[in-house]
C-alpha cells in the first residue's frame, strides 16, 4: 500500500516537472515582445512575394526594434508597399532594407534577389505549410 502511494506521488511530481519544463522552453523559443512578431511579414506590390523575418533580424542577427522603426519602415504590416518609392531603385540609394543590404553591413541588394524575393510559387508553399501545420493541432 504505501509502496502505491509513493509511486503515484513520485507520478504526479513527475509529471509536474515535466509540465513546467515544456512550458518555459516555449517561452525560450522566440518571445514576440523580445524579437517581434514571428509571422513573416509579406508584400505583394509592386511585386509579388518579397518577404521579411523579424525573427532573422533580431533574434538571429541581434537588431534593435530601434535599428528600423519608425525610421525606415512603420510598426504596420503593408505600411511600406503604399508608398510610390518601395522600389529597388530606392533601396539601392540606401533606403528601406538598402540602410543595410549595401554589401558592408549586411548582403547587398544587386545579389541574392531570391533571398528576399520568393515569388507567388514561394508564398503560396509557405501558406500552404503553415495551414497542415495549423490541421495537425
Ligand atoms: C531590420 C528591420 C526591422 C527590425 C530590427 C524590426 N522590425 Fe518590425 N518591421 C519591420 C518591417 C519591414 C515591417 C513591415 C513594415 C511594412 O510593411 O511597411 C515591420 C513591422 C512590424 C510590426 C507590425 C506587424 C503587423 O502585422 O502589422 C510590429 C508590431 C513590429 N514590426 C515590431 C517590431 C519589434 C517589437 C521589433 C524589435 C524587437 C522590431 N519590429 C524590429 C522591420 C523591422
Ligand atoms: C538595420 C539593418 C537591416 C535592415 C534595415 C534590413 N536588414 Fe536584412 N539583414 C540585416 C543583417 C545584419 C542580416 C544578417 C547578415 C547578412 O545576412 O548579411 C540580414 C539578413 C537578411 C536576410 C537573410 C539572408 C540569409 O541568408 O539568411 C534576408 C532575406 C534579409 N535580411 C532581408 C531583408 C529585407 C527584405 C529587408 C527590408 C524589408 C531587410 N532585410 C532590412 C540587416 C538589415
Ligand atoms: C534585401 C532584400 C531584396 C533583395 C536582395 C532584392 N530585392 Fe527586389 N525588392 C525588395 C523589396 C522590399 C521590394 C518592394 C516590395 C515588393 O515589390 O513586393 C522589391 C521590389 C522589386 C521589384 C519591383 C519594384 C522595382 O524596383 O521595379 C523588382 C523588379 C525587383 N525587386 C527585382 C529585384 C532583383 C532583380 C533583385 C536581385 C538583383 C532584387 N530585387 C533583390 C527587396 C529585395
Known amino acids: 500500500?504505501?509502496?502505491?502511494?509513493?509511486?503515484t506521488?513520485?507520478?504526479?511530481?513527475m509529471t509536474a516537472i515535466y509540465?513546467?519544463?515544456a512550458e518555459n522552453e516555449q517561452e525560450e523559443e522566440y518571445d514576440e515582445d523580445l524579437y517581434g512578431p514571428e509571422s513573416l511579414i509579406i508584400w505583394e506590390k509592386p511585386v509579388e512575394g518579397v518577404v521579411f523575418s523579424h525573427k532573422r533580424h533580431t533574434y538571429q542577427a541581434g537588431l534593435d526594434c530601434g535599428d528600423c522603426h519608425?525610421?525606415?519602415?512603420e510598426m504596420m504590416a503593408g505600411a511600406a508597399e503604399e508608398a510610390e518609392d518601395f522600389t529597388m531603385e530606392a533601396i539601392y540609394?540606401?533606403?528601406?532594407?538598402?540602410?543595410?543590404h549595401d554589401g558592408g553591413?549586411?548582403?547587398a541588394a544587386d545579389t541574392r534577389c531570391t533571398a528576399c524575393h520568393i515569388g507567388v510559387r514561394g508564398v503560396n508553399r509557405l501558406q500552404k505549410s503553415s495551414g497542415e501545420e495549423e490541421e495537425s493541432h
Open 19 to 21: 509540465l513546467v519544463a
Open 70 to 73: 519608425d525610421d525606415l519602415f
Open 93 to 100: 540609394d540606401g533606403e528601406y532594407c538598402g540602410a543595410c
Open 1 to 7: 500500500m504505501k509502496k502505491i502511494l509513493t509511486l
Open 105 to 107: 553591413y549586411a548582403f
Open 9 to 13: 506521488l513520485l507520478c504526479i511530481l
